[in-house]
C-alpha cells in the first residue's frame, strides 16, 4: 500500500538546523518531494529528489534519502522565522499518472 | 514565474446544491490534478487527466464528481449535489512534461469550499 508518515510538530530557535522527517512505505517511488504550506497559501514545492540519489542540497534546504529504510529528511540550515510552515513529504508511486501522495505534515515553529 | 491560478478562493455553498471550482494551470503543462485538504488532515489525490480524459482518480472521486478542460486554458472540478462532508481546502495542481507524468506539480492557492 502506498502510506507516508511525518511528525506532527518540531520547534527549533532562530539559527539553528531543523531536520523534518519521513518515513513511506511505496518502495516504487519515483520521486519524493517536500513542500510548505504558509498559513492561508497554497502548497509550495521546495524541492524534490529521484530515487536514485542519496542526497540534494540546495542553498539551505539539504534532502537526504535512505531508499532501503524508506526514509526521508529534509534539513533547513540556519533557519529563520520565515521558515515557520507547515512541511509536507510527498511521494509519486510508479504510475503513469503522477498522482501524489502526501503525509499529514509537520509544522515547523522557530522561536526568535 | 509562472502560477496556477485557482477561482474563487472561498466558496459557500447549500447543501444538495452543484458547485464548480475552476483553476487554470500553468500555460504549457499537460497534466493536471486535484486534490483535497480536510481541516486538520492529509491532502488526499482526487483525480488526475490527461490528454482531455481521466487518467487515474481515487475512490473519493464517485459519480458526483466530474472535470472538465472546455477550453485551452481551464480546468474545472464540479461536485454535483454536494454534502456537508465535501466541505474542504480544493488544490488544483499542474506539472509539465519531460520524460513522463513524474514531474513536480505546482498547485495554486486553493479554494475553500464550505457547505452549508
Known amino acids: 500500500g502506498e502510506d507516508v508518515e511525518q511528525s506532527l510538530f518540531l520547534s527549533v530557535r532562530e539559527g539553528d538546523s531543523s531536520v523534518i522527517n519521513c518515513t513511506y512505505t511505496?518502495?516504487?517511488?519515483?520521486?519524493l518531494y517536500w513542500y510548505k504550506q504558509e498559513p492561508g497559501a497554497g502548497l509550495q514545492l521546495l524541492t524534490y529528489i529521484f530515487s536514485n540519489m542519496d542526497m540534494k542540497q540546495d542553498q539551505r534546504l539539504t534532502v537526504l534519502l535512505n531508499k532501503k529504510d524508506k526514509h526521508l529528511s529534509l534539513r533547513i540550515a540556519d533557519t529563520q522565522t520565515g521558515d515557520s510552515a507547515i512541511y509536507f513529504c510527498?511521494?509519486?508511486?510508479?504510475?503513469?499518472?503522477?498522482?501524489?501522495?502526501f503525509g499529514q505534515g509537520t509544522t515547523l515553529q522557530v522561536k526568535p | 514565474e509562472p502560477e496556477v491560478t485557482q477561482t474563487p478562493s472561498h466558496q459557500v455553498t447549500q447543501m444538495g446544491q452543484e458547485v464548480i471550482l475552476r483553476c487554470v494551470p500553468i500555460?504549457?503543462?499537460?497534466?493536471f490534478y486535484w486534490y483535497r485538504q480536510i481541516l486538520g488532515q492529509k491532502v488526499e489525490f482526487l483525480v488526475s487527466f490527461y490528454n482531455n480524459e481521466i487518467s487515474e482518480k481515487s475512490e473519493i472521486f464517485d459519480d458526483q464528481f466530474s472535470v472538465e478542460r472546455p477550453d485551452g486554458s481551464n480546468f474545472t472540478l464540479k461536485i454535483r449535489s454536494t454534502k456537508l462532508e465535501d466541505s474542504a481546502m480544493y488544490f488544483c495542481?499542474?506539472?509539465?512534461?519531460?520524460?513522463?507524468?513524474?514531474?513536480?506539480?505546482?498547485f495554486g492557492d486553493g479554494t475553500r469550499l464550505s457547505i452549508l
Open positions: 510527498a511521494e509519486t508511486p510508479l504510475s503513469n499518472t503522477g498522482k501524489l501522495i
Open positions: 511505496d518502495s516504487s517511488s519515483t520521486y
Open positions: 495542481a499542474s506539472s509539465g512534461r519531460q520524460g513522463g507524468a513524474n514531474q513536480p506539480q505546482h
Open positions: 500555460s504549457n503543462h499537460l497534466y
